[in-house]
C-alpha cells in the first residue's frame, strides 16, 4: 500500500462548482497534512495546512481532516478556472527524521 | 525577493556525462531537499540535509550525490547519468524551525533534465 493515495483524475467541475479533492494516507505516525497546488511545468506551492482533526478554511478552499478513516480532504468553493491544476496531498509523518511524503496528485478541470 | 533557484532549468545530455544541478536559497534555510517528479510516481525525495555538511538519503539515492559545503547551497550531482535519470528535479528549502513544526517546503522552479 502506498504511504499517500490520490485519485489521479482528472476531476471535472463547472465554474462555480464545489470541487472536493480526496487523500487516504497509512497512518505511521502522521502528524501534519497539507496540500500543495501545481500548475503544468511549475513548481508546488503550498496551499492549506491541517494539523488536527476536523475543518480548517481559508477563503474558497476548506481541508478536512479525519485521522480516524487515515484521510484528508479540501473543497474548492467556487471554483475558478484559473483553479485548474494539480492538487498534492502530502504528509508529514514523525518517524525518525520527520518524512513529508506526496500522493501523485489530482487533475483538477474547471471549465468555464 | 525570497526564492530557491535551480540551473539549469533544462538539459539534455547522453547517458555517462557528468552533471550538476544547482540549487541555491536566499532565506538562511537549515533544511533543503531535492526531489524528482515522474509521471505516476509523483514526487520522491532523493536526498535531504538538514545542515551545513550534514545530508541524508531520501527514498531514491541511487546515483545521484549531493554536498552541502555553504548553507544556501545543495547542489545535485549525476556522476554517470542514465536514462531512467530522466526526470524534473526540484529542489525545497525550510528553515529548521518551519520545517520541524509545520513541514512546509518552499520548492525551485525545477530542472527538467533529459538523459540520452
Known amino acids: 500500500q502506498k504511504e499517500v493515495e490520490q485519485n489521479s483524475g482528472p476531476l471535472s467541475v463547472p465554474e462555480g462548482a464545489i470541487a472536493s479533492l480526496n487523500c487516504t494516507y497509512s497512518?505511521?505516525?502522521?502528524?501534519?497534512f497539507f496540500w500543495y497546488r501545481q500548475y503544468s511545468g511549475k513548481s508546488p506551492e503550498l496551499i492549506m495546512s491541517i494539523y488536527s482533526n476536523g475543518d480548517k478554511e481559508d477563503g474558497r478552499f476548506t481541508a478536512q481532516l479525519n485521522k480516524a478513516s487515515q484521510y484528508v480532504s479540501l473543497l474548492i468553493r467556487d471554483s475558478q478556472p484559473s483553479d485548474s491544476a494539480t492538487y498534492l496531498c502530502?504528509?508529514?509523518?514523525?518517524?525518525?527524521?520527520?518524512?513529508?511524503?506526496f500522493g501523485t496528485g489530482t487533475r483538477l478541470l474547471v471549465s468555464p | 525577493e525570497a526564492q530557491v533557484t535551480q540551473n539549469p532549468r533544462y538539459l539534455i545530455t547522453v547517458t555517462g556525462k557528468k552533471l550538476t544541478v544547482t540549487c541555491s536559497q536566499n532565506m538562511n534555510h537549515e533544511y533543503m531537499s531535492w526531489y524528482r517528479q515522474d509521471p505516476g510516481l509523483g514526487l520522491r525525495q532523493i536526498y535531504y540535509?538538514?545542515?551545513?555538511?550534514?545530508?541524508d538519503k531520501g527514498d531514491v539515492p541511487e546515483g545521484y550525490k549531493v554536498s552541502r559545503k555553504e548553507k544556501r547551497n545543495f547542489p545535485l550531482i549525476l556522476e554517470s547519468p542514465s536514462p531512467n535519470q530522466t526526470s524534473l528535479y526540484f529542489c525545497a528549502s525550510s528553515s529548521a524551525d518551519r520545517w520541524l513544526n509545520t513541514g512546509e517546503l518552499f520548492f525551485g522552479e525545477g530542472s527538467r533534465l533529459t538523459v540520452l
Open positions: 502530502a504528509v508529514k509523518y514523525d518517524t525518525g527524521f520527520q518524512k513529508l511524503v
Open positions: 540535509s538538514m545542515n551545513v555538511e550534514v545530508t
Open positions: 497512518d505511521r505516525g502522521s502528524q501534519s
